[in-house]
């Protein structure tokens, strides 16, 4: 590995990201043929916090944080910060300081495959997190990693100008290339749950609206009327 920090990348148009946002994880997962999904280990700090912004990927080495500190340089406005670590560490890397920092930056949130700590004060100020582990243990600043190359956190691969979302249901990183195409398919699946939910509220089954009473056949499933008649369907 190179040690060294990209200064300029190629960031998604910020509608897109936008629109991304307002899709939120679950919906964008299917979206991009349920991809793109961080380990579900990586949870939130505090709840009902959503969020997408460009990717500005760290590669940090246990322990030590130095790398956090030069990406925050490197942010824009609206960028979100995702942390990958070269082996696994649940120490605290990001805390309060950093935060402020952060935000100064206009950095929207951060993504961590490690720890974090002062999780009161990094909620009271609002700003979204999504990590690991908290942990009280700090780190140092010894280890050089690097900033903006392609990073693994939380078990994707994650480039520089990606989208990143993140909300209670997880962590979803959408390609820069194909946002806007993802961003139209998960609009077209919200419309499509739309008149979905209105049959349900109307008491119709998914059985029938997604035509599953076929299959159910097909697939040799047995309705029975009651427990004896199932003991001799079993004995059968």
Known sequence: MRTVAIRNIERADKKDIEGLQNLGVATVHEAQGRTGLLQPYIR????????????ITVLVHPGDNWMIHVAVELCQPGDILVVGCSSDNANGFF???????????????????GGVRDTRDLTERKFPVGSRAINAKGTVKETLGAVNVPIVCAGQCVSAGDVVVADDDGVVVVERRVAR?????????????????????????????????????????????NLEDYEKFKNH
């Open 44 to 55: 939130p700090i505090y709840s009902c916090a959503r969020i997408a912004g460009s990717v």
């Open 181 to 225: 195409q993802v961003l139209a398919s998960g609009r077209q699946r919200e419309e499509n749950e739309k008149s979905k939910r209105a049959q349900l509220a109307a008491g119709e089954l998914g059985l029938d609206i997604y035509n599953m009473r076929q299959r159910l056949t097909d697939e040799g499933f047995v309705y029975l009327d």
């Open 95 to 113: 805390g309060d300081l950093l935060a402020e920092s952060c935000k100064a930056h206009g950095v929207k949130g951060l993504v961590i495959d």
